[in-house]
């Protein structure tokens, strides 16, 4: 023991100092959280918007078991499908003309996927549709959701057309633009020209109730979230008016299918926060995450049915400008894609 | 031994570099999907790189741009213009401006400098009506440069707004113009008529028909007079749009979709006022905008860079489509006054070489809806 030390300060001054196996595994285990940290504080704020979005309740109604207006239906069902899922995908104007949730599903398309055989089948309903409500009565389908809500809409939908829905995926204006936007854009061979000199100039307005003038050219191009939004809206221009608007909006979905699937896991944060609080669904965080990787197996064109209910399916005349279903022709068809 | 002190600096650094370069690491994997497209100007040339002849203009985000010995020179602002189109003498050009509410067609020098404006589509000062103001769009001067064709919506009927192909005189106004393509309630309802190009003969045009199921396709139609109703040069099923006339009036490339979300490029004769057998001669890209080079050394055209994405600038030499004729087989040439020299000994011959399209830019993003333009 040297001079002027003793033993409890060398212990104290060992008592400083770690040995080098501890301070390995010291070293080891910080790497390690630091990277849990840094991949938690990237995905975090993702992973927020996502639990906020999925999942979400959907307020039961007695009518969700389906109970079709019409059931002799001459098409015999078709056997079960392993793992099919149906999903009512609902498009929303939320300007601030509507107070809170009661809004008007401008677009109601029923998507069945079946992994089993790679193939999706798209029903547009329209959305002047008159028929019996879950929320009681008879009205325009696109009034369910703002009586009712998501529920109200979903029970709707599956009474009337005899369907099971599995859950629905709502998305507002605003969100359509961002979701596009952030996938950056989308290509597509416009139909045609899509004039109309009255499209309504309510979206980062204070005035709701104004018109704009839109001009999307035909031909193939790439389109951004804004015009991508004027095709898929507008219907003044077009003879068909809902019908055509069906038909561009099932074809921009399809585009943005082929867009996403190019992204990555890192994109998410960026895709979130773009579409927070523009979009909900009744699909559980977990589901979807099944659900993401099959989007990149439906590749081939043939599988992937679409259906617009136009004439002979639905005529003119019923109350309000709406449209009378033909049910004993709807269903069938219904029947056939939607077993 | 190491310090407790000394331990605990070391791993606080640790961890603060490890953190970041996770997230920095995570962000670095995003895809490049949403990333903004380059202004061409920022582009600098690459050396030894392809290069286009004479001058080509096109638009992105509302400006015009030249191409020039690879170089891209913006024109304009970005301030709406698009579509630009030369004069048959390629001394000044034509170009669309287009604002909110309306769009009007303007003379440009080949700098970009306005010289004029030919029509005034803009609703009246005190006009409330949206409906009041007017589209002009794909203005064309025929060959004798006296008459401009133009895709302008007049008449309109309430909701219908339809283009229909226009003639106003060059030193003229919209209200001097005669319609050319008619619309009628057969055909109304569809975007109308648009992309005129002037010929000898009368005007190619496309035209937007209405089929059975109500699904709208379009079709190349010609016409020779103002006020009649035309024919169609190519079928329902073909979808084809985006008309390209070669320089010497022989051949049209065309845009085809056949119904579906495609966009192959197609070839095919020209007799005057018909077309002759189609030939693709791109099958594997989503094309846009075909342009024949003033020299017929190629076919220039837009397409996203595979899969999609911003339309780039491509380039599709004509030894791709018209190959070039094999070179003949050497006969044997009698010796005078001597036997007949060996015939040399027939060998296959090589498969001609696959011509692919070249890709000009990369990370551009050119309005595929804008035709271009191409100067000597």
Redesign the interface.
């Given at each position: 023991v040297p001079l002027g030390s003793t033993p409890g300060r060398r212990a104290r001054a060992?008592r400083?100092?770690?040995?080098?196996i501890r301070?390995i595994v010291?070293?080891a285990v910080?790497?390690t959280?630091?990277?849990v940290?840094?991949?938690l504080?990237?995905?975090l704020p993702a992973a927020y918007t996502a639990v906020q979005a999925t999942g979400q309740v959907v307020s039961p109604f007695p009518s969700l078991s389906p109970t079709p207006l019409a059931t002799n239906s001459p098409t015999p069902p078709a056997p079960a499908q392993v793992g099919a899922f149906t999903i009512l995908l609902l498009g929303s104007d939320d300007d601030s003309k509507f107070q809170g949730d009661h809004v008007l599903t401008q677009s109601m398309i029923l998507v069945r996927i079946v992994p089993s055989t790679h193939s999706v089948t798209m029903l547009s309903i329209p959305r002047d549709l008159w028929a019996p409500l879950a929320t009681g009565g008879s009205g325009k389908m696109d009034w369910a959701y703002s009586y009712g809500g998501p529920g109200a809409a979903m029970a709707s939908v599956a009474q009337d057309f005899g369907v099971h829905i599995d859950g629905y995926i709502w998305v507002g204006l605003l969100g359509l633009i961002r979701l596009i936007?952030?996938?950056?854009?989308?290509?597509?061979?416009t139909?045609?020209?899509?004039?109309?000199?009255?499209y309504p100039l309510d979206i980062n307005t204070n005035s709701p109730y104004g018109?704009?003038?839109i001009?999307v050219?035909?031909?193939?191009?790439?389109l951004d979230g804004t015009h991508a939004l004027q095709y898929v809206r507008s219907r003044?221009?077009?003879?068909?008016s809902d019908?055509?608007r069906s038909?561009r909006q099932q074809?921009v979905l399809?585009?943005i299918r082929?867009?996403a699937?190019?992204?990555?896991?890192?994109?998410l944060p960026?895709l979130a926060a773009a579409i927070g609080g523009e979009l909900k669904t009744s699909i559980s965080l977990s589901r979807v995450a099944e659900l993401l990787p099959l989007a990149s197996s439906f590749d081939n064109?043939d599988a992937i049915h679409q259906i617009v209910l136009?004439s002979p399916y639905t005529r003119g005349g019923a109350p309000s400008g709406s449209l009378y279903g033909n049910w004993g022709l709807i269903l069938p068809l219904v029947h056939q894609y939607f077993p | 031994m190491i310090p407790r002190f000394l331990l605990g600096l070391f791993l606080a650094l640790v961890m603060v570099f490890t953190g970041t370069s996770t997230y920095l690491f995570i962000s670095s994997r995003q895809s490049r999907i949403a990333v903004a497209p380059l202004k061409p100007t920022a582009v600098a040339p690459t050396p030894h790189a392809f290069v286009l002849p004479g001058t080509l203009y096109l638009e992105q985000s509302g400006a015009l741009y030249s191409l020039i010995a690879g170089r891209f020179h913006q024109l304009t602002p970005e301030e709406g213009w698009t579509q630009p189109s030369l004069f048959p003498d390629m001394k000044d050009m034509l170009a669309v401006k287009r604002s909110g509410f309306y769009s009007n067609v303007f003379v440009l020098n080949r700098f970009g400098h306005a010289l004029g404006a030919l029509t005034n589509n803009a609703a009246g000062k005190y006009s409330y009506d949206t409906g009041d103001n007017h589209w002009a769009f794909y203005p064309r001067l025929s060959l004798n440069e006296a008459t401009v064709f133009l895709s302008y919506d007049s008449p309109k009927f309430g909701y219908e707004v339809d283009l229909s192909i226009w003639q106003m005189p060059y030193n003229g106004s919209i209200r001097q113009g005669r319609i050319w393509t008619d619309i009628n309630d057969a055909t109304g309802y569809t975007g109308g008529d648009v992309e005129p190009i002037p010929v000898p003969s009368g005007i190619l045009f496309t035209k937007y028909v209405r089929q059975p199921d109500g699904s709208i396709f379009s079709q190349l139609w010609f016409t020779n007079s103002a006020g009649s109703y035309g024919r169609p040069l190519t079928g329902a099923n073909e979808a084809c749009a985006d008309p390209s006339m070669s320089p010497d009036f022989h051949y049209v490339a065309m845009v085809c979709s056949y119904t579906k979300q495609l966009a192959y490029l197609v070839i095919a004769p020209w007799y005057g006022s018909s077309l002759g057998p189609r030939s693709v001669i791109i099958s594997n890209q989503f094309v846009a905008q075909p342009i024949w080079a003033p020299d017929s050394s190629g076919i220039a055209f837009l397409a996203p860079t595979a899969p999609d994405g911003p339309f780039q600038l491509w380039f599709l030499p004509s030894q791709a489509y018209f190959p070039p004729a094999p070179s003949p087989v050497p006969t044997p040439t009698p010796l005078p006054g001597g036997p007949v020299a060996p015939s040399p000994s027939p060998s296959p011959a090589p498969p001609p070489p696959v011509i692919k399209p070249i890709q000009l830019t990369t990370d551009l993003g050119f309005d595929a809806s804008s035709p271009l333009a191409w100067a000597p």
């Open positions: 060992s400083r100092r770690l040995s080098p301070s010291l070293t910080a790497i959280l630091s990277v940290a840094g991949g504080s990237y995905f936007d952030a996938i950056g854009g989308i290509d597509i061979v139909t045609n020209p899509v004039l109309d000199d009255y018109y704009a003038r001009a050219l035909g031909g193939p191009q790439h003044h221009n077009d003879i068909q019908f055509g038909r074809q399809l585009a082929q867009k699937k190019q992204l990555t896991a890192a994109d960026a064109p136009a | -």
